[in-house]
């Protein structure tokens, strides 16, 4: 679904046609009550909300010339959220409403509410008005179809006064958005159309599209240069594996010489090579490259908003398929740091990746560095699918990147790095086991393996995001599919680093 957004002084706007959505708080509403008055036959509908706010009423308006309809919402109607949560979900209410009417456009009423607030819902607008359907198309499958089933214009009616301020907010927010519809049509795409070449191709266009530099490895390259820990995932499969850099440079002087490397693991499909995975549910492995998505789509917006600071995005790419050359259990390889690792379990692939990757990173001079994968399922039995799980070696970083996380929506929660367990690699023969044993503190094992490959001197951040990367119901004001999680946290961390330069 395309989708316009458009900032409107309060006053200069009637409602003419498509939805009305107004939102009643607890002291009021948000506004669209002159709105409201100005069609009295919408009066009873709006006693019975302010008498039983926890209904989601509507109504429509006959109109000569055009199809009118509102929607009335409120927090009452739901339940265990935050407040911020709670506006995104009653926007994507409001235009799974307008969807379902065909409006060509919705209006929220805002004009009573902060900027915050008003951000916070366009945000949810956006995320709701979102669809693929790159393959709806009269029962035949069709690549080069676009991604546009309806198109929709979203007006945000505000305060005269914040038209600029909330403007401003708006080509902010609209150019994020696109990275995480760029992160989320990555994860939808299906696996014999999406495989490391042909990531890279899409990484490329985008990065460069939004001003970044683009540099791709190819298998020969990669051989040459040994990253054993990429070209083992991929041995098994007939697409080679490719590791992808974008680099945004800041024109003059960075914040304090900080470099931000973005990491994400790109594992296009994932059978668990040899240590095969079971059929239910292997088709979600198509989203086993999430990390990567949210990494790219976070770059292209980086590239866009050009925060003062050098970012760079590392993407490692394979398919881990079972084939005459894939990597067999037992198998020890030396990673490009020099460590050797016995490969326990083909199925703990992403950190086989990710090694070599943060090794990258670091000899880019990295200062800070995030890794984004879905990494294991010990996380999502630990916290689900609403929240990431995070570990690092910083605690001040950790906090950072929480609260980044926390002002556009996207939760994490704090995991030890248990230095008890690091044992649990030991291997007799390797240097590191890639797997623990024993069935327990999986989550927390993948990342004290990570955490060998890195350097005390760099702050590094771990997250796990297996949970959240893409959903097979709808989530909050998400639909099924990829979700675009962390695009909003990296393009966050890298502004506030930016600002204070730490």
Known sequence: ?????????????????????????????????????????LQPLKEQFDSMPSLELSGFVPAKKARKSVVLLSPAQVKYQTPDNVLRILASRAVAFAKRVQAA????????????????????????AYSYTRYKSSGALDPKSKNDSQSLTINV???????????????????????????????NEIPAELFPERLAEQAKKAATAAGLQVVIYD???????????????GKGSQHPPRVITMSHKPAGKAANGMHLCLVGKGVTFDTGGHSLKSAKGMWEMKGDMAGAAAVIGAMTVIGQLKPKIRVTG??????????????????????????????????????????????????????????VATLTGSIVRALGESVAGLFANDNDFAQKVIAAGKAVGEDFWQMPLVAEYRPMLDHPVADIDNVGKGPNGGAIVAALFLKEFVSDSVKWAHLDIAGCGLYTKAHR????GGSGFAVRTLVEVAGEIAATGA
């Not at 309060?10 to 948000?30: F, P």
């Not at 456009?105 to 709701?128: H, K, N, P, R, Y």
């Not at 305060?159 to 994860?187: F, N, Y």
Request: proline fraction near 3%; charge should be negative.
């Open 157 to 187: 009616v505000v305060p005269a006064s914040q038209v600029r301020e909330i403007q401003k907010q708006v080509e902010a927010e609209v150019k994020t958005s696109a990275g995480v519809t760029l992160a989320r049509d990555l994860v």
């Open 105 to 128: 456009q919705i209006t929220f009423a805002l004009e009573s509410a902060s900027s915050e607030d008003i951000m916070t819902i366009v945000q949810g607008a956006e995320a709701a």
């Open 1 to 41: 679904m395309g989708v316009k957004v458009q900032v409107i002084g309060h006053g200069k706007t009637s409602w003419n046609e498509g939805v009305l959505a107004v939102v009643r708080r607890n002291d009021g509403y948000l506004g669209g009550e002159d709105l409201l008055a100005a069609s009295p036959e």
């Open 314 to 371: 590392i993407v490692p790419s394979a398919v881990n398929a079972i084939g005459p050359e894939a990597v067999l259990p037992g198998d020890i390889i030396r990673s490009r740091s020099g460590k050797t690792v016995h490969v326990d379990n083909t199925d703990a692939e992403g950190r086989l990746l990710l090694m070599d990757a943060l090794h990258l990173a670091q000899e880019m001079g990295a200062t800070h560095i995030i890794d």
């Open 219 to 233: 298998e020969k390259r990669l051989a040459k240069e040994n990253f054993n820990g990429v070209l083992t995932v």
């Open 477 to 480: 004001h998400l639909g099924v």
